[in-house]
């Protein structure tokens, strides 16, 4: 199904403290497989924990595992809406 040009998509980036999201998918395929290796998958229901000093990393609940990454990392991974 074709994305609608209006809909904006929502990162994990974008996610409040405590706000709990759906993994839709990685814009970049290669970060994908990463992410993919440390448990974060399509599907996945994710939840923003922290921010680190400056804005990044972003601690994350992704299932029963927590997760660190990148600021600019998170900003890939895309949520359903």
Same mark, same amino acid.
């Given at each position: 199904?074709?994305?609608?040009?209006?809909k904006t998509e929502r990162s994990i980036a974008q996610l409040?403290?405590? &706000?709990?999201?759906?993994? #839709?998918?990685c814009? #970049? &395929?290669a970060l994908s497989a990463q992410l /993919? &290796?440390?448990?974060?998958?399509? +599907?996945?229901e994710v939840m923003l924990l922290r921010r680190?000093? /400056?804005?990044?990393?972003?601690? /994350?609940?992704a +299932?029963?595992?927590y997760l660190a990454i990148r600021s600019k990392e998170a900003g890939q991974v895309l949520l359903q809406a």
């Open positions: 199904m074709p994305k609608s040009p209006f409040a403290i405590n &706000e709990r999201a759906i993994v #839709d998918h814009a #970049d &395929e /993919l &290796e440390i448990g974060l998958v399509p +599907g996945q680190g000093p /400056l804005g990044s990393p972003v601690y /994350l609940k +299932g029963k595992n």
